[in-house]
């Protein structure tokens, strides 16, 4: 079976936090190509690494990955605030 292409927002997050590739690499273990084929969306991610880097950046795994192209992560918290009326 063909595995599907994954959207994340490894980048973005990576940006908003003033980290660098290496940097983000060391943290979860690998080598910081594999963050960038992790970005340009030419790799899909192990469940175990995907729940490394969502530990990393303390969010949910749907938060960060998708198999849709994924809505700006503003657009994403005002919808999920909206259905728990928060």
Request: glycine share 6%.
């Amino acid at each position: 079976m063909k595995s599907r292409k994954l959207y994340n927002r490894i980048s973005v997050l990576r940006e908003e936090r003033g980290i660098s590739r290496k940097e983000l690499a060391d943290q979860i273990g690998v080598n910081f190509q594999t963050v960038g084929y992790l970005e340009r969306e030419e790799y899909n991610p192990s469940l175990d690494l995907a729940f490394r880097i969502s530990e990393y950046f303390a969010l949910p795994i749907e938060m960060i990955f998708s198999t849709e192209p994924m809505k700006p992560l503003s657009q994403e918290i005002l919808e999920q605030r909206k259905k728990t009326g928060g």
